[in-house]
């Protein structure tokens, strides 16, 4: 008799939590360094966008480690089609994205006030960026994961 697999075990749990205890102390100390650096004056970025970095730079970090630790997902039954929902959500993901992209802006302007692509010294292409590098980055380990797994089977 099968028995379904699903979630993490207890292992992969405790990794899971680990990583994310230390990855919130990371992102405290980051911004707690990123308020000492702005106190004497010294401004790597616009506000939002320093904010944002760090978080991505944490969170970056966490999906990475998780992946490598193989605590990101539990062990499939080998029915499920993980690649069709990927690509759906990705792709409702990236409508929902250009759609705000295209959408927000013109209502500001629309309500008199300047467009935040005006004023935030680039940092929305900064963060663009950041989110594509990191998003490449998650889903090659992913993938190599996902191979060495099915060669380990």
């Known amino acids: 008799m099968k028995t379904k697999k699903q979630g993490l075990d207890e292992m992969q749990k405790q990794n899971r ?6 990855t919130f102390l990371l992102l405290a100390y980051l911004l707690l360094l990123d308020m000492g650096l702005y106190g ?5 970025l616009p506000y939002p966008v320093n904010t ?6 944490a969170s970056g970090s966490y999906t990475l480690r998780l992946i490598l630790h193989n605590s990101y997902v539990g062990p499939s039954n080998g029915r499920e089609r993980r690649g069709a929902k990927t690509v759906l959500l990705l792709l409702a993901a990236t409508l ?3 759609a705000l992209g295209m959408g927000i802006p013109r209502l500001l302007q629309e309500a008199g006030t300047r467009s935040p692509s005006a004023t935030d010294g680039g940092g929305a292409q ?11 980055i998650s889903g090659v ?6 191979r060495q797994n099915k060669r380990e089977e």
């Open 17 to 22: 939590d680990r990583i994310g205890n230390q």
């Open 40 to 44: 004497f004056g010294f401004r790597w």
């Open 52 to 57: 944002m970095v760090l978080f991505l730079l």
């Open 96 to 98: 929902l994205g250009v």
């Open 126 to 136: 900064i963060l663009l960026v950041m989110a594509l590098v990191f998003l490449a």
């Open 141 to 146: 380990t992913a993938l190599i994961r996902h």
